[in-house]
């Protein structure tokens, strides 16, 4: 097997009996995008999870869903357009009916999480580089910095 013959899995997204699309998992370049555009959901996202005691299993990816359509459907339809390959779609994602959205999170999210052990793991993985990164922070920021010495 070779890197240039992967194919991600994907799932059709579909309206009635009509698929309107395919949405994958989402890659690195997707998560940077979304973090760009969504920094506060992301960490309203990680308080959900937190407040949570760290128990989301994928049997909860729809719950999950829920909380994040309810409180924040951007993030959601931005999410939709990007595993759908469609990035400047997300108006017309924010368009679909609840439902919809719902099964397209849980699919994304089940099929992002999923070959990482689950979305716990992930963010088991991810709280703890972030906490690495904050330990060093300090030391970083230790030396002054002039940006104009005179």
């Known amino acids: 097997m070779s890197l ?18 395919r949405v994958t998992g989402l890659s690195l370049s997707h998560i940077e995008i ?37 409180s924040a459907p951007g993030f959601v339809a931005n999410v939709i357009a990007l595993a759908s390959g469609e990035n400047d779609a997300t108006e017309n994602a924010a368009k679909l009916p609840m439902p919809v959205q719902l099964q397209a999170m849980s699919d994304i999210m089940e099929l992002t999480f999923t070959e990482v052990g689950g979305i716990k793991k992930f963010m088991e993985t991810v709280a703890s580089l972030l906490g690495n990164v904050r330990g060093k922070m300090p030391q970083l920021t230790k030396t002054p910095v002039t940006l104009n010495p005179e």
């Open 4 to 21: 240039a013959s992967f194919t991600p899995e994907a799932r059709d997204l579909k309206v009635g009996d009509k698929v309107i699309c």
């Open 34 to 70: 979304i973090v760009r555009t969504h920094l506060d959901d992301i960490e309203a996202l990680f308080e959900l999870f937190m407040n949570g005691g760290g128990n989301f299993e994928n049997d909860d990816l729809k719950k999950l869903a829920v909380s994040l359509a309810t």
